[in-house]
């Protein structure tokens, strides 16, 4: 197979989360020669599968095989890669099997390397992510096995392909909050104490306000609410408490003891209840870093674009592979389409994709 026909194979695999449809199994003896360990838990599937070709440094490729629902009104058979007007229609042909194509080609491709090639690859990305990457990167930090460098092949670019890559992500913080208050009878609010009223009040000082300045990579921490309710659906009763929802997209200026200090400040005087939750800390690899510096050549090289860094948008797995002291960065094909009716990209980007994890690796012990 060349990358395209991998690719076209990977999207006519139906691989809804956390089912893998078979891929891991397809790719472990597709990557013949490599030595594979299965980190399966429950129903979900985890494959680490690597070659050491000497005593160099050890390069990871990491991604998933699973992607969400298709969902309805799609003009072609979402799980049939159809090539048309330019393009390459599928569910996961942007997020993210075209990474995974141009990433396993390459390594199936590469017959000298001066250290280690690997692929860490889970089919619980797309879903609540306990039992994918985190349970491999358990297995290979107790292994002695973690790499020293990552590439996660996510969509990262935005109007051209190569215009971006990510060097790191924002963390996320939920905030859960219940503001009490006393119910009472709407026509006697002396005898009450109102939720609703009192929110209101101070709302306007906290939503949508940034809780820092941002820096030269991230943007300003924000506090967005989510979620309020309250009340009984009726007119006559003034509700008991009332329930809000918020999150917080922080940088690393902004932590959770800032959070709680600015709920207390705008709080101050009323009895409530606040818990805090993180999906997922910020990171930043350094940019002077061989994984940027070589990533960043060959996009150049390839696409003659200069690939700005950048920490924008959601989550990937780099959230808890940066952690363990790896250099992690996201490079993949534009990101316009991912999780949408008529997901797409081009045959001409997963080539190009391909054709940079070649480079990426040709130059690294170089």
Same mark, same amino acid.
């Given at each position: 197979?060349?990358?395209? /026909? ?30 594979? +360990?299965?980190?399966? +838990? ?6 680490? #599968? ?29 799980? &049939? ?19 995974? =194509? ?18 860490? %690859? ?6 609540? =992510? ?22 996660? =092949?996510?969509?990262?670019?935005? /109007? ?38 009192? #929110? ?22 924000? !506090? ?17 408490? %009332? ?14 003891? &800032?959070? %709680? ?11 409530? /209840? ?43 797995? =780099?959230? !808890? #592979?940066?952690?363990?002291? +790896? ?5 993949? +094909? ?33």
């Amino acid at each position: 197979m060349d990358v395209v /026909e991998l690719f076209k194979h990977f999207v006519n695999t139906k691989s809804e989360t956390p089912d893998d449809g078979g891929l891991l199994d397809f790719i472990e003896e597709y990557l013949e020669g490599f030595d594979a +360990v299965r980190v399966d +838990v429950a129903d979900v599937k985890n494959l680490f #599968i690597y070659k050491k070709f000497g005593e160099g440094e050890h390069l990871c490729f990491a991604g998933h095989v699973d992607v969400v629902p298709a969902g309805n009104n799609w003009d072609t058979n979402p799980y &049939e890669a159809v090539e048309k007007d330019g393009y390459i229609y599928g569910r996961g042909t942007q997020d993210m099997k075209s990474g995974l =194509a141009a990433f396993t080609q390459a390594v199936k491709e590469t017959e000298e390397f001066k250290g280690t090639l690997s692929l860490l %690859l889970t089919s619980d990305e797309e879903g609540e =992510a306990i039992n994918g990457t985190v349970k491999v990167l358990e297995f290979l930090e107790n292994n002695d096995m973690l790499p020293d460098a990552c590439v996660v =092949a996510e969509p990262t670019c935005e /109007e051209r392909f190569g215009d971006a890559i990510k060097v790191g992500r924002r963390g996320s913080i939920n905030g859960y909050l219940t503001l009490k208050g006393k119910q009472g009878h709407a026509a006697y609010p002396e005898k009450a104490i109102n939720p609703i009223h009192n #929110i209101s009040k101070i709302l306007g000082n906290m939503a949508g306000v940034d809780l820092d300045n941002g820096d030269e990579f991230f943007a300003p921490s924000k !506090f967005v609410v989510t979620d309020i309710r309250s009340g009984m659906q009726v007119t006559n009763v003034t509700p008991n408490d %009332l329930e809000m929802m918020f999150n917080v997209r922080n940088n690393t200026k902004t932590t959770q003891k &800032e959070i %709680l200090a600015f709920v207390a400040k705008h709080f101050e005087g009323l009895e409530y /209840e606040l818990r805090l939750t993180q999906g997922s800390y910020p990171f930043k690899t350094d940019t002077d870093t061989k994984l940027v510096k070589h990533i960043d050549s060959a996009i150049e090289s390839v696409t003659g674009l200069k690939p700005k860094h950048s920490t924008a948008g959601g989550t990937s797995d =780099a959230r !808890f #592979i940066a952690p363990m002291g +790896v250099n992690v960065i996201e490079f993949g +094909v534009r990101n316009d389409t991912i999780h949408s009716v008529n997901e797409r990209t081009t045959r001409a980007e997963v080539e190009a994709l391909y054709s940079i994890f070649k480079k990426l690796i040709e130059a690294w012990e170089k």
